[in-house]
T-cell receptor, first 114, second 111 residues
Framework: EAQVTQNPRYLITVTGKKLTVTCSQNMNHEYMSWYRQDPGLGLRQIYYSMNVEVTDKGDVPEGYKVSRKEKRNFPLILESPSPNQTSLYFC?????????????FGQGTRLTVV | DAKTTQPTSMDCAEGRAANLPCNHS???????VYWYRQIHSQGPQYIIHGLKNNETNEMASLIITEDRKSSTLILPHATLRDTAVYYC????????????FGTGTRLKVLA
């Protein structure tokens, strides 16, 4: 089954404790991205990757890092989480660099930073 | 990327067609109209997309006006499971291929 898998689904952590949210897709997609969703603000793009070893900032990259060492994986790293990073996070993937292709989203990771 | 405007909420009777409008008056020639929906806090689910022509798939139909300044998503026979937030997105020329989600339309299907 074609899917984007995120782990963990729920995470409560403390300020400053490094964490990684994993994202994996099994569709051989080149393009992957991370979004965060906050009430009243919709989904906002954090980082994206056009292919292996190619990443770039989205609209809200501060406080986040990403890496793309393999095509299927695109982890989101919070080196020193803060309470304002409490949010619902989604990973997405799609084929190539065409506008004529839909994205597949993961089921989300609800992160709480206390 | 062009901005979209959608009604905040709509109700629809179960079994009836749900027609969800979207305005995108600043859309440019190479930008696509996409529709996604989000049920509760699950990941957005792709529904349909189009450029100029009307499109239909197993989930819905997309009607795009000739001037492309607006579109309508049609769920032909709404069920309770179609209750969700529906996002109309114009995707195209930003160069990052990202989806710019607005606040969407909260559709409630009533029994």
């Amino acid at each position: 089954e074609a899917q984007v898998t995120q782990n963990p689904r729920y995470l409560i952590t403390v300020t400053g404790k490094k964490l990684t949210v994993t994202c994996s897709q099994n569709m051989n997609h080149e393009y992957m991205s991370w979004y965060r969703q906050d009430p009243g603000l919709g989904l906002r793009q954090i980082y994206y990757s056009m292919n292996v070893e190619v990443t770039d900032k989205g609209d809200v990259p501060e406080g986040y890092k990403v890496s793309r060492k393999e095509k299927r994986n695109f982890p989101l790293i919070l080196e020193s989480p803060s309470p304002n990073q409490t949010s619902l996070y989604f990973c997405a993937s799609s084929f190539g660099d065409s506008m004529n292709t839909e994205a597949f989203f993961g089921q989300g990771t609800r992160l709480t930073v206390v | 990327d062009a901005k979209t405007t959608q009604p905040t909420s709509m109700d629809c009777a179960e079994g009836r067609a749900a027609n969800l409008p979207c305005n995108h008056s600043t859309i440019s020639g190479n930008e696509y109209v996409y529709w996604y929906r989000q049920i509760h806090s699950q990941g957005p689910q792709y529904i349909i997309h189009g450029l100029k022509n009307n499109e239909t798939n197993e989930m819905a139909s997309l009607i795009i006006t000739e001037d492309r300044k607006s579109s309508t998503l049609i769920l032909p026979h709404a069920t309770l499971r179609d209750t969700a937030v529906y996002y109309c997105i114009v995707r195209g020329s930003s160069g990052t291929y990202k989806y710019i989600f607005g606040t969407g339309t909260r559709l409630k299907v009533l029994a």
